[in-house]
């Protein structure tokens, strides 16, 4: 069976997947769901130096060191960027990429680029305030319309996220176009959301694509859903 790597958004860690990740592996499959450095409970390694590049090296190195092919490799949010990133370097280990409420910046973008102007500024005054200019706080669960009964956990266990992961930009090669199965997941239970624009892209480009009426994070709201969906990327043949 195809492995799945899972990668959580800003602010968040592993703990955002737990739901998804013990479905799948009730039903036998082997699951990874890393915590990126600087946050969760890596926010020991949080420094200056921690960027866009320091995270994909974090999954591709994963799939290296496990052995990993015939991935199943989803982002949610942020980690679209890394995705996006890992895909374009490693296609030959990449079964399906799935992109969760994501971003999916273009080569020579950042996420910045692509987010609203006052959500943009909005996140440069909260690391000017407090953060030293370079860690960005968390955007309350509320603002994501996280379900009421998971806000408060959420909020307890995000973390301040590297600022310049959201400056840096992507280089891609090409490579990401190998991958043959790609589908764009969008949550439209919330606004204002950055992410319709992604979608659009998505279907322009002939992906698979749906949505599911829920907050921003897929995996707390919706796990049953998001759990069937990664399941058919190993179902469906090459």
């Known amino acids: 069976m195809s492995p799945f790597v899972l990668v959580h958004g800003a602010w968040r860690g592993s703990w955002a997947w737990k739901r998804v990740r013990g479905a799948l592996q009730a039903l036998g499959h082997e699951v990874f769901t890393p915590t990126l450095s600087g946050v969760g409970e890596r926010s020991h390694l949080l420094s200056r130096e921690v960027n866009l590049e320091t995270h994909i090296e974090d999954v591709i190195n994963l799939i290296r060191w496990e052995e990993l092919t015939d991935v199943v490799l989803c982002g949610h949010s942020y980690a679209g960027c890394v995705v996006t990133s890992v895909a374009d370097r490693v296609p030959e280990k990449i ?23 006052e959500a943009r500024i909005e996140q440069l005054e909260g690391a000017r305030k407090t953060g030293e200019g370079w860690k960005t706080p968390p955007i309350p669960a509320e603002v994501f319309n996280v379900n009421a009964r998971d806000r ?38 919330w606004t204002p959301s950055p992410f319709p624009q992604f979608y659009e892209k998505a279907k322009a480009r002939g992906w698979k694509t749906l949505t599911l009426a829920c907050g921003h994070d897929l995996m707390l709201d919706r796990p049953d859903e998001v759990t069937r969906e990664l ?7 090459q």
Do not use: E, K, M
């Open 95 to 117: 079964r399906s990429l799935v992109y969760l409420d994501a971003f999916v910046p273009d080569h020579g973008q950042s996420l910045h680029d692509t987010l609203p102007p």
């Open 152 to 189: 408060d956990w959420v909020n307890r266990q995000s973390t301040v996220h590297p600022l310049a992961c959201f400056q840096q930009p992507l280089r891609l090669t090409g490579g990401i176009g190998r991958v043959d199965s790609i589908t764009y997941v969008l949550a439209n239970g």
């Open 231 to 237: 399941l058919w990327h190993t179902a469906r043949r």
